[in-house]
């Protein structure tokens, strides 16, 4: 049976400013287990991805007045695993096998590539979205740290 070694949670605010301040958490969490470059580097883009969807697709319709926030809840285990949950209380999304599929995007095509799901999935060791439309989104990224 694994063991939890530590948990976080964090709340922050659907801002852009806030994507290199979840990066910045996370890594320091992680730290904890002594991961290598090439680890933490991936653990921050999946992270990294998720958060910005949250930020730019979730709330897309929000006016500014309305508090919008991201949800980070981060775990590692004994067993050298690392979770992290980025959840939004967003507009969700319709289909996600087709939300998945690479080059699918609903964001403007001078900016979005449709890349960020296939980033988050390449660099982890396993990414599940569940998301209901109207409700939200979540993703849950999972990568095993080597011995
Ligand atoms: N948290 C979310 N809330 C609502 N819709 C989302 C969310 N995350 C992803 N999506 C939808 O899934 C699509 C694909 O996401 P993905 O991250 O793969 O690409 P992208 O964000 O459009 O482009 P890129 O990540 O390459 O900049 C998005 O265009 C959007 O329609
Ligand atoms: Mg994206």
Not at 80 to 106: H, N
Not at 110 to 122: D, P, Y
């Amino acid at each position: 049976m694994k063991r939890i070694l530590n948990e976080m949670k964090l709340r922050l605010n659907a801002t852009s400013s806030n994507e290199a301040v979840a990066r910045a958490c996370i890594s320091a969490f992680v730290a904890e287990l002594d991961p290598t470059v090439e680890e933490l580097c991936d653990i921050r883009c999946a992270v990294s991805e998720a958060v910005t969807n949250s930020i730019v697709h979730a709330y897309r319709d929000r006016d500014a007045r309305t508090p919008c926030y991201i949800y980070i809840s981060a775990r590692l285990y004994d067993n050298r695993e690392v979770t992290v949950e980025v959840a939004d209380t967003g507009c969700g999304i319709e289909d996600v096998a087709r939300a998945r599929t690479p080059s699918f995007t609903t964001g403007e095509p001078s900016e979005r590539c449709g890349m960020g799901f296939l980033v988050m999935e390449n660099f982890t060791d396993s990414m599940s979205v569940k998301s209901r439309p109207g409700k939200g989104t979540t993703v849950l990224l999972r990568k095993y740290l080597k011995p």
